[in-house]
């Protein structure tokens, strides 16, 4: 298998599409390129929740992945999510993912697990080791938070980072308590397995108590930001890592709110705003949101100093 490094901020990208839902493929290289000039962009993840992988037929996400790989060029490393219910096409998906050019498949735990199988290790320790073996790529982990049935435990955590296939892990258990425990048991691995944060509500704590990267939708808006902040924790600076935080917090509230669903739709609007995408297109059942939020979306970006006013 490919060795893979992750750390950094790792944008998970948007799927720009046309008023008639087809894939703007033209936007999605122009996204692609603008997330890679930024310096602290360390990887990019394709079809994921920000991706609106739900909508996407298989084909659609093998052509997104590698329209991805073909335009980072080997420049960092390229994830590709497998979202599915059924093991036979995620093994096939991550195929997929690999033959379009995927360093590493981001594995979500199939809805499904959620009537309990993430309780123990059985199930999950049987669909990650399918996946990889079977496709023959790294995987990265996607922790949920515990209280949604898709949250793995420590101790079947424990068993998931030790498989010597897992690169990483997408963490979003959102509470700290949880988030820190997490952290230890990636550490405490061999060889330890690189965490980055999920927690949007929270990326400056989870930063600074541990984790090697950020790998959020918003990366597809705020990369050059959420790469000042994690550098500044790096180096231990965290002042300045909590001054980008606070510019930041205005639009992260704006993303983040209830309902959760809108918050990739948010995203793109934000996107229109700042002259990056002709148009904020989603796919149903998701809707676009109302002009008072594009008017929030507009008013946080000015005070982030990201837009004039």
């Not at 949604?148 to 892990?169: F, N, W």
Request: glycine share 8%; net charge negative; aromatic share 6%.
């Amino acid at each position: 298998m490919r060795s893979v490094k992750l750390g950094g901020v790792v944008p998970a990208l948007l799927t720009p599409f046309f008023d008639d839902l087809s894939i703007d493929y033209a936007s999605l290289r122009r996204l692609v390129d603008r997330c890679l000039e930024v310096q602290s962009v360390a990887a990019l993840f394709g079809v994921g929740h920000a991706g609106e992988v739900a909508a996407l037929t298989r084909e659609e996400r093998a052509e997104v992945t590698r329209v991805i790989a073909e335009r980072v060029k080997g420049r960092v490393p390229v994830l590709a999510g497998v979202y599915t219910d059924s093991l036979t096409e995620a093994v096939a998906h991550a195929k997929d993912a690999k033959q379009a050019g995927a360093d590493a498949v981001t594995v979500f735990p199939p809805p499904i697990f959620a009537d309990g199988a993430c309780a123990s290790h059985e199930m999950p320790l049987l669909w990650h080791q399918t996946v990889a073996e079977q496709a023959e790529i790294p995987l990265v982990l996607f922790q949920f938070s515990p209280g949604g049935g898709l949250g793995y435990t420590p101790d079947t955590l424990r068993k998931l980072v030790a498989l010597p296939y897992v690169v990483g892990i997408k963490e979003g258990s959102a509470g700290m308590v949880p988030y820190q425990l997490n952290v230890e048991i990636c550490r405490e691995a061999n060889p330890p397995v690189p965490v980055l944060t999920s927690n949007n509500s929270s990326l400056l704590s989870s930063l600074a108590v541990g984790g090697e990267g950020v790998l959020s939708g918003s990366g597809s808006v705020i990369a050059a930001e959420l790469g000042e902040m994690w550098k500044a924790v790096e180096q231990g600076d965290l002042f300045a890592a909590r001054e980008v935080h606070e510019k930041l917090r205005p639009l992260t509230k704006c993303f983040y709110k209830a309902p959760f669903i809108d918050m990739h739709t948010r995203m793109k609007e934000t996107l229109v705003l700042l002259g990056v995408l002709e148009r904020a297109t989603v796919r149903p059942p998701l809707l676009a949101i109302k002009d008072e939020e594009r008017a929030a979306l507009r008013s946080a970006l000015e005070l982030a100093g990201l837009l004039k006013a």
